[in-house]
């Protein structure tokens, strides 16, 4: 009876044993089929999320598809009153604002992420003035309207008198302005942080053949982060592209295509922000909804031709 009892306590622990060796085999399979199933949730997610906005925006702007089809897109007049809307001068104000914003800031944003990236790398003031460009970031967007009312619009102003342009002080050049002042720190940032991640090993052997630091910063860093460069400006410009409070403050607010720098105009958000709650037709409000599809669209084209170029880029360094 004990050599019995023996035999099947052994067997016992034995089966135990074994069913601990063969959770410990399956549970790192089981995590990681656990974590495939997350990830691709979470992927699928945002897939849904998006594809539930486009939908939306789909569904809500057919009154206005029906009435006007393409014709929407080229038309210049927005009259609520006459129930007649084309949304060329927004779209006009959107490009014109956001490029011309890029274009402004993109010296400064370079120039910012060279020096803190390879100037003042480790440094403790490079540190600080890193927090505090970082910082403009997380300004909201009402405050730098209220800067550009009170002391940007007034500058434009006597620029415009001065050469002899409308001096309204509002209008395309201001919201640029503003936009550029924005869309630094997100631009800034990401090229800084690229720059960081250049080899050293690259620049000790530039620097050991006798390189200049500017030759290094021109010829390697520079080179070697082309395609960070590009997704900065990427994020900036989407940054701009959807701006709407700011903007809604100095732009002028005016339904007309931009004939100038100085011209009052709109933008796409900004038109949205200024007429939605004003607007009782079912036309009116699905005209509104329709330039949101229209930004929508405009984000997603141009983020898919940049993430080509960005593409190009890289393998063109290599």
């Known amino acids: 009876m004990m050599q019995q009892s023996r035999r099947e306590t052994s067997s016992a622990a034995d089966e135990q044993e074994a069913s601990n060796r063969l959770k410990t085999a399956v549970h ?54 006459t129930s007649k809307f084309g949304a060329l001068p927004f779209l006009a104000g959107t490009l014109l604002t956001s490029f011309l914003a890029l274009l402004i800031s993109l010296p400064f944003s370079l120039s910012i992420s060279i020096f803190l990236g390879e100037y003042m790398q480790g440094s403790r003031l490079g540190e600080i003035l890193r927090n505090m460009i970082e910082l403009l970031a997380g300004v909201p967007s009402v405050i730098y309207g209220f800067w550009g009312l009170m002391v940007l619009v007034p500058l434009v102003r006597d620029f415009a008198m001065a050469i002899n342009e409308p001096p309204y002080g509002v209008g395309i050049l201001a919201a640029s302005l503003i936009l ?123 983020n898919y031709i940049g993430r080509i170029i960005i593409k190009r880029f890289s393998v063109s360094v290599r």
């Open 180 to 302: 550029a002042v924005m869309i630094v720190p997100y631009s800034a940032s990401v090229n800084r942080e690229v720059l960081t991640q250049v080899p050293n090993d690259l620049k000790e052997a530039a620097y050991a053949l006798g390189a200049t630091r500017y030759e290094v910063v021109r010829h390697v860093s520079i080179p070697q982060s082309l395609s960070g460069i590009f997704a900065g400006i990427l994020l900036s410009l989407g940054r701009a592209l959807g701006e709407t409070m700011a903007v809604t403050m100095v732009i002028g607010n005016t339904n007309s295509l931009p004939s100038s720098l100085f011209s009052t105009g709109n933008t796409m958000a900004s038109v949205i922000a200024n007429e939605f709650t004003e607007a009782t037709s079912t036309l009116h409000l699905s005209s509104l909804i329709e330039i949101g599809l229209l930004l929508f669209v405009i984000t997603f084209i141009i």
């Open 28 to 81: 790192p399979r089981y995590r990681e089929r656990l974590f495939q199933i997350a990830i691709t949730g979470s992927v699928l997610v945002v897939l849904a999320i998006i594809g539930l906005i486009f939908s939306m925006l789909i569904v809500h702007s057919m009154p206005s598809i029906k009435a006007f089809g393409f014709s929407f897109i080229i038309d210049q007049v927005w009259n609520p009153v």
